[in-house]
């Protein structure tokens, strides 16, 4: 029974500052692009892991509506680790971490991409419940090619549970 009563306790405690995160937004326009052109949708789960080390699950994508050539929509599963500051009513956000790709493109080499989050918004200090501005990068980094990246500017709300 204590070892049942250990078990829930650490479940309950290790979800305890968990967040679900919902980000929608259009994509960052570079050369040939229109702002709004590329529609991204993302559902995250993250939590804290010690102090201001967070860490999160994301799964999304995007729906890619250029002409550009060789341009595709590809779905996105990332597992990325961070650090978020908060201050009264306020909260920063830096991630990076591995992402796959469904399908490479011309602006995207290969299925193995880095992820980067930077978020920045309000937050209720009480709930914890957040509402904010999101940009994210991905790219290889240069370990396939073409490298050009994805740049998607967001609108970001976070639900505490």
């Known amino acids: 029974m204590r070892m ?4 829930l306790s ?6 305890a500052f968990a967040d679900s995160i ?11 692009e229109r702002i709004g052109s590329t529609k991204a949708i993302f559902a995250a789960h993250q939590a804290t892991l010690f102090g201001p080390i967070i860490r999160q699950y994301e799964l999304g994508g995007w ?3 250029t002409s550009i050539e060789g341009r595709k929509s590809s779905a996105l599963l990332s597992a990325s680790l961070g650090v978020n500051v908060t201050a009264e009513i306020f909260y920063a956000q830096a991630l990076v ?6 399908h490479p493109d011309s602006s995207l080499g290969g299925p193995f991409q880095f992820n980067n989050d930077f978020a920045l918004g ?10 904010g501005f999101n940009y994210k990068h ?13 740049d998607f500017l ?8």
Request: glycine share 6%; aromatic share 6%; no cysteine.
């Open 4 to 7: 049942l009563f250990l078990i």
């Open 63 to 65: 729906i890619d509506n």
């Open 138 to 150: 991905i790219s290889s980094a240069g370990l396939e090619l073409p490298n050009r990246g994805r």
């Open 154 to 161: 967001m609108f970001r709300v976070s639900i505490p549970w």
């Open 122 to 131: 309000l937050r209720d200090p009480k709930t914890e419940a957040t509402i």
């Open 10 to 15: 650490l479940a309950v405690s290790a979800n």
């Open 97 to 102: 971490g591995p992402a796959l790709i469904s």
């Open 22 to 32: 919902v980000k929608y937004g259009a994509n960052a326009p570079k050369d040939q």
